[in-house]
């Protein structure tokens, strides 16, 4: 049974995580804590429709009670309206996402006046207090991917980074830690980074203006595969730069995200690696530490008994989960989430 490293010594905290949370009396079930209002970001990628599907599976099992999901479509003024609507409707906490992460922080505010505890999911909040943020270690995509790109590439060649949105902490996240290990690690690598605020025809026009000017691209950092493979890859085989992992000319590309489309691309031989972000994990554990909110229970930093660590951040807690690098050889591995997933008919 998988367990949440608590402060709390109560019975219920080992079937915290448990797939039904069955507990120790009938109050801690879904229906009896409160209603919870869960806002999507957006629904226009892969992982995060992937990331809706396992949200709904953990509702349906009755981990928490929740009001109609609602989805803020990546607009700062949208969320603010969504969670002011929730509260409206008595949502006793909230799970988001926040995509701009500094605009976000009186909306936490005005939640933390009303006592409604806030789980984030993949973003932390510059500011305004949080219960648990529930992300993989950013940097540490920018980092791995940098290192995967460096020894593919001997140190040396030309490297495009399609970028995230820079008002996101992951965007800085990734790019900063991108760009560090690039400079320190393999100077001889020429970076092109490309802002794309995580849309998919800006990445594309970004990167056809700069195969315009340097047709010799040996490798392409992705912050985002559910935005950008699609996208990425099309315009490489307008311009008949899409060779095959192992030929001459191939472009060695690393993504992040772990979509199943990523993962057959590997397969091809289209893209050569990806960081697999756990949409299946983020939805586990953001319903999770919602119940946990909900029923009063506290958490202190350190290991957990699910492959992560709890750490102190200036705002609350933040449960870093893991994201393993994905390769040709493990890219059939059973345990990995875009491996299990039920496509939609």
Known sequence: MTRLRT???AACAVLLAAAALTGCNRESDGAGGGKVGIDMPRTDTDF?????QYL??????GTVSALPLSNSQNDISKLVANVQAFSDQGAKAIVMAPQDTGAVSSTLERLEEKKIPVISVDTR???GKVY????????AYGTKACEYLGKKLGGK???AELQGDLSSINGRDRSRAFASCMKKKYPGITVHELPTDWKGDVASAKLQSLLAQHRDIDGIYMQAGGAFLQPTLALLEQKELLKPAGSAGHITIISNDGIPEELDAIRSGKIDATLSQPADLYATYALKYTRAALDGKTFKPGRTDHGSEIVKIENGLEDQLPAPLVTKENVDDPALWANQLEKKK
């Not at 995060?48 to 809706?52: A, G, I, P, R, T």
């Open 7 to 9: 402060s709390g010594t």
């Open 48 to 52: 995060w429709n992937s990331y809706q």
């Open 56 to 61: 709904e599976k953990g509702i349906d099992k």
């Open 125 to 127: 909040p510059d500011a």
């Open 132 to 139: 648990m943020v529930v992300r993989a270690d950013n940097r």
């Open 157 to 159: 060649g030309r490297v």
